[in-house]
T-cell receptor
Framework: GQQVMQIPQYQHVQEGEDFTTYCNSS?????IQWYKQRPGGHPVFLIQ?????EVKKQKRLTFQFGEAKKNSSLHITATQTTDVGTYFC?????????FGDGTTLTVKP | NAGVTQTPKFRVLKTGQSMTLLCAQD?????MYWYRQDPGMGLRLIHY???????AKGEVPDGYNVSRLKKQNFLLGLESAAPSQTSVYFC?????????????FGPGTRLTVL
């Protein structure tokens, strides 16, 4: 099955710093999804990217899908304490999603 | 509109005991999923269903069974619980349209097997 690798596993930043997490696959992906899970909570869907080279923005969050559709990134500008949590990418195919292990972000005020 | 609900929220079992986890959704979604999440890891798909009366195996199906007798409900059963099944279990549902597959997750069930 398809596998997605996420790096880094953990990221600690000072409030106001930027943050980026990367998702990589050895195979070409149909699409990539991003979810956020707050501590003690459940995953919440953020976005799905489908097209090669696609870039989407949600306020301070920027999502990119690589030209070869084998990698993706999530960039947060000027982190806030509300951004803490674990960010997962997931490769979706025929109704099933394979999740990466996530990047856990902590933000120091 | 409750979204996705899971019952129970917490459960402690002894090795060899059985139990059923219930997932219900009120969004008329065709697709439903059961995942497990172990500490520091992502979600691993146990079983899923693409419609009422259908089920299929995911990545880690061993030791679990599922049923989808009604569209809104998806049951996960553990016939003989083992300590390795200690985990947080999440149910999710979605509608798949033109390859768009936003999954809505329930709050989770924290299961401990002693």
């Amino acid at each position: 099955g398809q596998q997605v690798m996420q790096i880094p596993q953990y990221q600690h930043v000072q409030e106001g710093e930027d943050f980026t997490t990367y998702c990589n696959s050895s195979t070409t992906l149909s699409n990539i999804q991003w979810y956020k899970q707050r501590p003690g909570g459940h995953p919440v869907f953020l976005i799905q990217l489908v097209k090669s080279g696609e870039v989407k923005k949600q306020k301070r969050l920027t999502f990119q899908f690589g030209e070869a559709k084998k990698n993706s990134s999530l960039h947060i500008t000027a982190t806030q304490t509300t951004d803490v949590g674990t960010y997962f990418c997931a490769a979706e195919r025929a109704g099933k999603s394979t999740f990466g292990d996530g990047t856990t972000l902590t933000v120091k005020p | 509109n409750a979204g996705v609900t899971q019952t129970p929220k917490f459960r402690v079992l002894k090795t060899g005991q059985s139990m059923t986890l219930l997932c219900a959704q009120d969004m008329n979604h065709e697709y439903m999923y059961w995942y497990r999440q172990d500490p520091g890891m992502g979600l691993r798909l146990i079983h899923y269903s693409v419609g009422e009366g259908t089920t299929a195996k995911g990545e880690v199906p061993d030791g679990y069974n599922v049923s989808r007798l009604k569209k809104q409900n998806f049951l996960l059963g553990l016939e003989s619980a083992a300590p390795s099944q200690t985990s947080v279990y999440f149910c999710a549902s979605s509608y798949l349209e033109f390859a768009y597959n936003e999954q809505f997750f329930g709050p989770g069930t924290r299961l401990t097997v002693l």
